[in-house]
């Protein structure tokens, strides 16, 4: 996150602390809210998932010391006067003169400096961006790739394994991604490797992306001629996507270091696969639940039986108690998805056909039946 958006965020409230909390607070904090938040415990929601990601962002900041003192050395300075929402407020001095000094006045700085904004810049000056060599001005990770694929429902279900082909950008197979023939690329001279350049201007530090190696911290003086120093190629590449058990349909499956190589030798972005299942003819599913309608006749609902019901891997046998009603549903622990469970819902099937044998034997037990006392519209406020 840019120091810039900092005037904008509270951390500590996203993670339901307060600013004197301790580090390990803070990180129960986090994984309490990614436990309960995850897009893969809550898909779909997204009031979920933004609180997810706003956690997630104000773990990145709080989270690590270092940045942590620097966020709250720039909300100090906030609260006393130095800096305005829009402009600065004339807490700040240059030059031994004092002055209410415009945003405007700071704010997307030509002459050679960065397009982002000169904000960034500032601020960047103010927390010692500048001599960092661990930043950089150019990206510091490949693109992050999106794909959608198609599963059938068991394969959703009990997780899966299959091929994508992705076109993109790749590590170049004839420097292994530096960008260098030789493979050995130089640190810049002029910014020591950085890829800042800093200026003072009285009382402000400003920096921008070095001009001798573009913000990469390094010189390649001798360009790879397959991929013309860039490190990376366009090109067709098969990976081996492992689907988890368990994904709904539209549920967006991350593959860390997945996506586009980074260029010269920078990390992989990741894979984002949003899954898309097909309707199974037998089965549906309720959370980890796997939903299943078997038919059955009257007569193993009124005597009971033990019936065969198929689940995703082998048949499972089912008691059904006597005088089960129909639409009733059993439930077999276990037999669902990952830890769901199987509920099987019985459902009274009635011949269309029968041969005289069978005609004469119901008819005789509807005489025995009305004989008995049964009535089967007992209590039905339509009998009324």
């Not at 003192?69 to 600065?88: N, P, V």
């Not at 990376?232 to 549920?251: E, F, L």
Request: hydrophobic share 30%; proline share 5%; aromatic share 8%.
């Amino acid at each position: 996150m840019a120091e810039r958006e900092w005037a904008e965020k509270n951390y500590y409230a996203d993670l339901g602390v307060t600013s004197s909390a301790s580090q390990e607070d803070i990180k129960k904090a986090y994984r309490k809210i990614a436990r309960e938040n995850h897009p893969d415990k809550k898909p779909g929601d997204k009031v979920a998932e933004e609180r997810f990601k706003k956690a997630a962002e104000a773990y990145d900041v709080v989270g690590d010391e270092h940045k942590r003192k620097e966020y709250d050395d720039f909300r100090a300075m906030i609260r006393g006067g130095g800096m305005g929402g829009t402009g600065f407020t004339g807490g700040f001095r240059s030059s031994g003169t004092a002055g209410n000094f415009q945003a405007s006045d700071f704010f997307g700085q030509s002459g050679g400096y960065s397009p982002e904004g000169g904000l960034g810049d500032i601020f960047g000056s103010f927390f010692g961006r500048g001599g960092n060599p661990r930043q950089s001005a150019r990206p510091t990770r490949g693109a992050d790739v999106e794909t959608d694929i198609t599963l059938e429902f068991r394969e959703a279900a009990k997780g899966t394994t299959l091929p994508l082909q992705l076109s993109g950008e790749a590590p170049c197979n004839t420097c292994h991604g530096s960008g260098s023939q030789s493979g050995n690329p130089s640190t810049c001279e002029k910014c020591q490797g950085s890829g800042f350049t800093s200026e003072n201007r009285g009382a402000f530090g400003f920096s921008a992306p070095c001009s001798a190696c573009g913000g990469t911290g390094e010189i390649i003086e001798d360009p790879c001629v397959t991929c013309d120093g860039r490190g990376t190629v366009h090109r067709t590449r098969s990976i081996t996507v492992r689907i988890p058990a368990g994904v709904v349909d539209g549920q967006k499956v991350r593959l860390a270091g997945q996506g586009e190589a980074g260029p010269n030798g920078k990390p992989s972005g990741d894979l984002f696969v949003t899954v898309h299942v097909r309707p199974d003819p037998v089965f549906t599913r309720s959370g980890d639940d796997l939903e299943v309608t078997v038919p059955v006749s009257f007569a193993e609902l009124a005597l009971g039986d033990t019936i065969t019901v198929p689940t995703l891997d082998s048949p499972v046998r089912v008691k059904v108690p006597a005088g089960t009603r129909t639409n009733r549903t059993l439930r077999v622990r276990g037999r669902g998805i990952k830890k769901g469970d199987l509920l099987v819902t019985v459902q009274v099937t009635v011949p269309t056909n029968l041969d005289a044998a069978a005609t004469s034997a119901l008819r005789s037990y509807a005489q025995a039946e009305r004989e008995s006392g049964f009535n089967p519209r007992e209590g039905w406020e339509g009998a009324k």
